[in-house]
């Protein structure tokens, strides 16, 4: 599932060997934007969907147009209702974090680095709370990696799922081995798009990753400068 606006992928597997992929996606953000079409602000919205996405290369006239579609079907009215007066969930952000880690829920996070809405924060704090979780972070990727980047976001997917089918004999992806899991790892990954090349920065966050390791990492070339 999608935790929060970062991408969290989260599959539950039931089964000794093999299970059932169960996700869904909850960008709340994105029923704001439906409902503002809907009501004539399609300008305004249109330039806040120039904000989500890093790479201003993408048709976001074409993105725009998908929302308007969607809008105008016959059941979108009802279905932004029910999302916007649907009753609070019986269990809050935390617990069913630890309800996870308690059932053992295999989770992974990926997120756009450069996400105008949610900054990294959040995803850190996640992380913290299930330590175990692959988190990959993607740069340039904005809110939505998993529209901007799908090449990407897909091949960590495939290969997270690898490595729970193998029982962890296969590497995750971007490690070399088992070794590398508890640590930081970063690698430019390129893709094919429409007959020209892409490149993207990928960089893993391992158990042993820490909001106050990753705050430091950022004052470090900071006090470099100074002392030279």
């Not at 009753?87 to 809050?92: A, D, E, K, T």
């Not at 972070?137 to 960590?156: R, Y």
């Not at 729970?164 to 094919?192: C, H, N, Q, R, Y």
Request: positive net charge; charged residues 25%.
């Amino acid at each position: 599932m999608l935790v929060g606006f970062f991408s969290c992928l989260q599959i539950r597997w039931i089964g000794e060997k093999r299970g059932k992929c169960c996700s869904g996606m909850y960008i709340y953000g994105e029923f704001w934007l439906m409902f503002g079409v809907g009501i004539g602000c399609g300008a305004f919205f249109s330039e806040i969907l120039k904000q989500v996405y890093a790479d201003h290369s993408t048709r976001v006239d074409e993105v725009f147009s998908r929302i308007i579609e969607t809008t105008r079907h016959p059941a979108a009215a009802a279905s932004f209702a029910s999302i916007i007066f649907a009753p609070q969930g019986q269990l809050s952000f935390d617990e069913t974090l630890t309800r996870c880690k308690t059932n053992k829920t295999s989770v992974c996070l990926m997120y756009g680095k450069e996400d105008p809405w949610v900054r990294p924060v959040w995803g850190f704090q996640v992380k913290c709370k299930v330590p175990e979780a692959p988190y990959y972070e993607i740069s340039p990727a904005g809110h939505c990696p998993h529209d901007e980047v799908p090449e990407v976001v897909n091949f960590l997917l495939r290969g997270w799922i690898r490595n729970l089918e193998s029982s962890g004999s296969i590497a995750l992806p971007l490690l070399d081995g088992p070794e590398s899991v508890d640590f930081v790892v970063t690698k430019d990954m390129e893709f094919s798009r429409k007959g020209s090349r892409k490149s993207v920065r990928v960089q893993y966050r391992g158990s042993k990753f820490s909001v106050w390791n990753r705050l430091t990492s950022h004052f470090k070339p900071l006090f470099k400068e100074r002392t030279v």
